[in-house]
């Protein structure tokens, strides 16, 4: 299972950027996908998540209001639209997979990860 994360990069506070992450090796259809990331210094965080069949979402607090997920399962694809955004969203943001029946937000419950993108916003 492969996830590739794209879609990083500068961006003044309250711009907006578009997250896409692409999966193979196994049926994407049948994973919870999510979105977590990871500040300098600070631990890896949920951000959101997503269920099979799109039917379902959960957000952070911190970006609800902001940040849609949605996916594309003819593509193996999920996406992570950050709208509104602050500096103190900047991170590096992971794509994950997990196999759990729901839709969950902790990390050992994702088995598998992208390698990030880069997300900075300048104030």
């Known amino acids: 299972v492969q996830l590739v994360e794209s879609g990083g990069g500068l961006v003044q506070a309250g711009g907006s950027l578009r997250l896409s992450c692409v999966a193979s090796?196994?049926?994407?259809?049948?994973?919870?996908m999510g979105w977590f990331r990871q500040a300098p210094g600070k631990e890896r965080e949920f951000v959101a998540a997503i269920s099979w069949t799109s039917s379902r979402t959960v957000y952070a607090d911190s970006v609800k209001g902001r940040f849609t997920i949605s996916r594309d399962n003819a593509k193996n694809a999920v996406y992570l639209q950050m709208n509104s955004l602050k500096p103190e969203d900047t991170a590096v943001y992971y794509c994950?997979?997990?196999?759990?029946?729901?839709?969950?937000?902790?990390?050992?419950?994702?088995?598998?990860w992208g390698q990030g993108t880069e997300v900075t916003v300048s104030s």
């Open positions: 090796g196994r049926t994407f259809s049948n994973w919870v």
């Open positions: 994950a997979a997990s196999w759990s029946r729901t839709v969950v937000t902790t990390r050992d419950e994702y088995a598998y």
